[in-house]
């Protein structure tokens, strides 16, 4: 029986990560039908690639190939390090999971409801603030039903109204009603829609981004000496995500010439993980290190890896994701991530251990970089970028100094008492 559970454990962990079966489908090398046939039970799994998914959803083997106690029991781990204020007994929650699986159960079930409802709002306060055709579609709405509204109210407080001019609110009624329903309707399916694993709403950024993703951030042609512009990008709808692509793959290509693959490689196999010493062996600037480790195939390096690279007003300008990072791209990330910090100090190399406060407290290594563009001219101030390289780390003492607590933007972070708030968090609980 616990074997035949298996997939209906990988969906679950799959939904509190937050991923697609697409995209889990991607990382682990399989398609996304045979995904899916797995997470509902219809072939079995084993060996190999059980590691790979439990890696991709960083969780162990165990929590998904046994029995409902070992899934409880870690579901219990998540919640007690999610809590707000409170200290769990953890020594005795074997025997607790054990002796009360139904209360076990019920509390690892609302947790995972907190844990899915923090990330809808998320979600929804990002898009509403920078999806372009959200925002109109609610306006629409929000317009539509004020008016009615309003014209409701002028039926109702006026005690004498011409028959004429009764006949016209009524009409109006009734046209802005039709007009609330389909706007309604229009909105109800494009949330639909954008939440499929084809959607496509023309932002150039996360086309490249897609592109990139669904080459593992790899390019074997560029590694071997390649031309970058014989890539074949008309998989992509848009000419300026194709420019884009280009742009990136560009940069890509510098940073294979400046540090060839089988050099790093062998680089890393001598020491420890240290961007500082590999900037200056292979002399190169920081910013080119980190990029080229966040190039390296999947599991090179032991733990996955993540890059955000951000302009000085803070947007997002590339991100290669990490599972439970989460970073909003435009304007309302928290100011505390390294990446941000580093724009104060340039040329500066910043590391910081961060934990990422929200739907779960996850942790991260973070390498930070800020660098000066090419100056256009004289009396002309360059034009700053950062940099950082994002590495998952697990077992670390959160009430260690040198932690940085940061949250994914101020309208849904916990953290009540940051003095590095912009506005009051929409959740009731404080950190």
Same mark, same amino acid.
């Given at each position: 029986m616990r074997d035949t559970l298996t997939g209906s454990r990988i969906r679950e962990r799959r939904q509190i990560a937050g991923l697609r079966q697409a995209e889990l489908a991607r990382q682990v090398g399989i398609s996304a039908?045979?995904? $899916?046939? !797995?997470?509902? $039970?219809?072939?079995? !799994? &084993? &060996?190999?690639?059980?590691?790979? @998914?439990?890696?991709? /959803?960083? #969780? +162990?083997?165990? #929590?998904? =190939? *046994? &029995?409902? +106690?070992?899934?409880? @029991?870690?579901?219990?781990? +998540?919640?007690?390090? %999610?809590? #707000?204020g409170q200290e769990a007994e953890l020594d005795g929650l074997e025997e607790f999971a054990g002796r009360f699986p139904g209360w076990a159960g019920v509390l690892? *079930?609302?947790?995972?409801?907190? #844990?899915? /409802?923090?990330?809808?709002?998320? =979600?929804?306060?990002?898009?509403? =603030?920078?999806?372009p055709h959200l925002a109109a579609s609610m306006h629409e709405v929000l317009s539509t039903a004020a008016a009615i509204r309003s =014209?409701?109210? @002028?039926?109702? %407080?006026? *005690?004498? !109204?011409?028959?004429?001019?009764?006949d016209r609110f009524h009409s109006n009624l009734h046209q802005d009603a039709e007009r609330l329903a389909e706007s309604s309707k229009s909105l109800v399916t494009y949330l639909d829609e954008s939440d499929s694993a084809g959607d496509h709403r023309g932002v150039p950024l996360e086309d490249v981004e897609a592109f990139f993703g669904k080459n593992g951030h790899h390019f074997p042609h560029i590694e071997q000496g390649g031309d970058e512009a014989e890539i074949d990008l008309s998989e992509m709808e848009s000419t300026a995500a194709r420019s884009l692509t280009r742009d990136f793959l560009g940069i890509y290509a510098a940073d294979a010439r400046a540090m060839p693959m089988e050099k790093l490689q062998a680089a890393l196999a001598d020491v420890p993980l240290d961007p500082l010493q590999l900037a200056s062996q292979f002399s190169v600037d920081v910013a080119t290190v980190l990029r080229r480790l966040a190039a390296l195939p999947d599991g090179y390096l032991g733990r996955p890896t993540g890059l955000v690279v951000c302009d000085a007003s803070g947007s997002i300008l590339f991100s290669k994701p990490v599972p439970g990072f989460a970073m909003p791209r435009f304007g309302e990330a928290c100011p505390l991530w390294p990446l941000f910090q580093a724009l104060n100090r340039p040329l500066v190399p910043i590391r910081q251990r961060v934990v990422q406060l929200g739907r779960t407290a996850a942790v991260f290594d973070c390498y930070s970089y800020a660098w000066p563009q090419t100056i256009s001219g004289y009396d002309q101030g360059p034009v700053y970028r950062s940099v950082m390289l994002v590495q998952s780390i697990e077992d670390v003492a959160q009430d260690q100094q040198d932690v940085a607590w940061v949250g994914p933007s101020c309208r849904v972070c916990p953290h009540s008492d940051c003095t590095s708030r912009r506005e009051p968090s929409i959740l009731s609980e404080g950190f």
């Open positions: 039908s045979y995904l $899916n046939l !797995i997470e509902h $039970n219809r072939r079995r !799994i &084993g &060996g190999k690639l059980v590691v790979d @998914i439990a890696a991709a /959803l960083m #969780v +162990e083997p165990s #929590v998904l =190939t *046994q &029995g409902i +106690e070992a899934t409880l @029991i870690s579901a219990l781990r +998540e919640a007690a390090a %999610d809590a #707000v690892a *079930q609302m947790h995972r409801r907190v #844990v899915s /409802l923090e990330r809808t709002v998320e =979600t929804l306060s990002d898009r509403l =603030t920078h999806d =014209t409701a109210a @002028i039926l109702a %407080d006026t *005690q004498e !109204i011409e028959p004429e001019w009764r």
